[in-house]
């Protein structure tokens, strides 16, 4: 599709967001369901972030997906957040609608989506397992707790495990690295296992203790085959890697600045590509 001045314009804005997928993303959904959009980059310095939202009413940008380190700095700017984005305390993606800048986070309901997508999971009912208190600890064991899970939190930092915990109320807890035994779903939330770090080979929990029948999801996903995932499916365990997640959140953007729901297949095959 030729780019024309009715062309929507959308962009990520990070730092680094050099070697972000997010492009390959969602000029692929833009693609593949015929919408007149494209998508870019925009590497914006730490202390920057409301500034480059605020920008989007006068460049008549879409729409924005914000990655760290800018998630709160751009509540600044904007004339309405909603209600989970104000729980979790952090925006992932702007919405401009007319000038009106809408903040929002899709990180939780993209996990959600995407273990629907790619592991058949209904949570309504399940025990998760969330490793983490971190920022998507906390939209992770909040969307899942929405969906009707019992959610389990296990941290390093007990203290950090019951501040992300309190997040989804009741039906979620902090617990000991055992509870993880009779959970349906365990997640790993935290970096460890991502590629080119100190604890690239760190697998956060044992496999071994896991029932036979459960999903093990990482939302690292550099490298998709995590140190995790492969112990994992050693064990013949069911496994969710992070493109996921990753797709997942992109998708409810995608819908969100659009209308159009974007294929969440052709998603992931753009993803896997772009990192490859």
Known sequence: MPISGATLLAAVIGWPVEHSRSPAIHNAAAKASGVDLVYTALPVRPGQGAAAAAAMRTLGIRGLSVTMPHKVDVIDALDEVTPVAQTLGAVNHITNNDGHLIGNNT??????????????????GKVVGVFGAG????????????????????????????QAAEIAGDDAKPGPIEAFAEADVVVNATPLGMAETQQSDAVPFDVNALRGDVVVVDIVYHPLATPLLVAAQARDLTVVDGLSMLV???AEQFEAWTGHAAPLEVLRQAARYAGS
């Open 248 to 250: 997942g959140q992109a």
């Open 107 to 124: 990180d939780g309901a993209g996990f959600v989506s995407g273990l629907r997508h790619d592991a058949g999971v209904e949570l309504d």
């Open 135 to 162: 920022g998507a600890a906390r939209a992770i064991i909040h969307a899942c707790a929405s969906s009707g899970a019992n959610v389990v939190v296990v941290a390093r930092d007990p203290d950090r495990a019951r």
